[in-house]
């Protein structure tokens, strides 16, 4: 039996991890969802392609080990966890589906089939304490992109309506539950070298692949042969203050030996955006 280590920082008492059904209906929604740009819009189409399956790999890494936490908190927080992840899938589910229906069939397709081969690559492969390095380095990486939605209200905003509350829903859960594969992964093994080089090659992954499926989108919508399109999406993903760009001192944070991901508190932010969230979906009341 592992022991619960002492730590400093830990998931505020006052953030609860509740998972919630939603429902979503993907009615109309517009090609040019975020921004009204096809970058902005096909780079988040991508990630979305990996979350079903994705989320699915980390609710079984964090299950694998949860028998080892004895902390009744702790506990409720893992079933909060897996609860949220399961629905997430299901939700990114259909919005890949409507992508499909959206005219993107091949690429939607092929994109969660890719995520989903390399996935079960990484399951034979990888130990399940590596799995749980790759779910924590991964989460952080949500997290991160996370508060840099909800430090955006413009970008929020930008967003339709008909796809407003998914992502708003989403980066507020994630930020919830932002710590509990990490602090489960500092409970099973603690090894810095481990958690920092999975991370690393979790991240090389993740953004070879989204490279890949923003461009298939893009090339979908003859988009790759408009260089002023093209460029200014780029400059709103990696420009000053871009979407990318914004998270790079948040990334590097997690190369701390002593990082944890509440020393950045968002607390507050996930006060601020469930109110806004239970007017654009009220089933998020419950
Ligand atoms: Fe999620
Ligand atoms: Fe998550």
Same mark, same amino acid.
């Given at each position: 039996?592992?022991?619960?280590?002492r730590?400093?920082?830990?998931?505020?008492d006052?953030?609860?991890?509740?998972?919630?059904?939603?429902?979503?209906?993907?009615r109309?929604?517009?090609?040019?969802? $975020?921004?009204n740009?096809?970058?902005?819009?096909?780079?988040?189409?991508?990630?979305?392609?990996?979350?079903?399956?994705?989320?699915?790999?980390?609710?079984d890494?964090v299950?694998?080990?949860?028998?080892?936490?004895?902390?009744?908190?702790?506990?409720?927080?893992?079933?909060?966890?897996?609860?949220?992840?399961a629905m997430?899938?299901?939700?990114?589910?259909?919005?890949?589906?409507?992508?499909?229906?959206?005219?993107?069939?091949?690429?939607a397709?092929?994109?969660?089939?890719?995520a989903?081969?390399?996935? $079960?690559?990484?399951?034979?492969?990888l130990?399940?304490?590596?799995?749980l390095?790759?779910?924590?380095g991964?989460?952080?990486?949500t997290?991160?992109?996370?508060h840099?939605?909800?430090?955006?209200?413009?970008?929020?905003?930008?967003?339709?309506?008909?796809?407003r509350?998914l992502?708003l829903?989403?980066?507020?859960?994630?930020?919830?539950?932002?710590?509990v594969?990490?602090?489960?992964y500092?409970?099973?093994? $603690?090894?810095?070298?481990?958690r920092?080089?999975?991370?690393?090659?979790?991240?090389?992954?993740? $953004?070879?692949y989204?490279?890949?499926?923003?461009?298939?989108?893009?090339?979908?919508?003859?988009?790759?042969?408009?260089?002023?399109?093209?460029?200014?999406?780029?400059?709103?993903?990696?420009?000053?203050?871009?979407?990318?760009?914004?998270?790079v001192?948040?990334?590097?944070?997690y190369?701390?030996?002593?990082?944890?991901?509440?020393?950045?508190?968002?607390s507050?932010?996930?006060?601020e955006?469930?109110k806004?969230?239970?007017?654009?979906a009220?089933?998020?009341?419950?």
């Amino acid at each position: 039996m592992l022991s619960l280590k002492r730590r400093k920082v830990r998931t505020p008492d006052k953030v609860s991890i509740q998972p919630q059904r939603m429902d979503f209906d993907f009615r109309d929604v517009p090609r040019y969802w $975020a921004m009204n740009d096809p970058v902005v819009t096909h780079l988040l189409n991508a990630l979305s392609l990996t979350f079903p399956d994705g989320e699915r790999m980390f609710v079984d890494a964090v299950r694998a080990f949860r028998d080892q936490v004895q902390d009744k908190k702790r506990q409720q927080e893992i079933s909060g966890f897996i609860g949220q992840e399961a629905m997430h899938s299901l939700e990114h589910n259909s919005f890949n589906q409507m992508l499909s229906e959206q005219g993107y069939r091949e690429e939607a397709e092929g994109g969660q089939q890719l995520a989903q081969t390399l996935i $079960a690559q990484g399951r034979k492969r990888l130990s399940k304490k590596h799995l749980l390095a790759a779910t924590a380095g991964l989460e952080h990486i949500t997290a991160i992109l996370a508060h840099r939605l909800l430090t955006d209200p413009e970008f929020i905003e930008q967003l339709d309506p008909s796809v407003r509350a998914l992502w708003l829903w989403h980066a507020i859960e994630e930020t919830e539950h932002k710590a509990v594969a990490y602090d489960l992964y500092q409970d099973v093994s $603690a090894n810095y070298r481990l958690r920092v080089s999975i991370f690393l090659t979790a991240t090389s992954f993740l $953004a070879s692949y989204t490279t890949r499926y923003t461009w298939a989108f893009l090339k979908r919508d003859g988009v790759h042969r408009k260089p002023l399109t093209l460029a200014k999406g780029m400059w709103r993903l990696f420009g000053y203050k871009g979407l990318i760009s914004g998270t790079v001192v948040d990334y590097l944070q997690y190369l701390r030996p002593d990082f944890h991901p509440w020393q950045q508190d968002d607390s507050h932010l996930i006060a601020e955006w469930r109110k806004v969230l239970e007017q654009h979906a009220p089933q998020a009341a419950a």
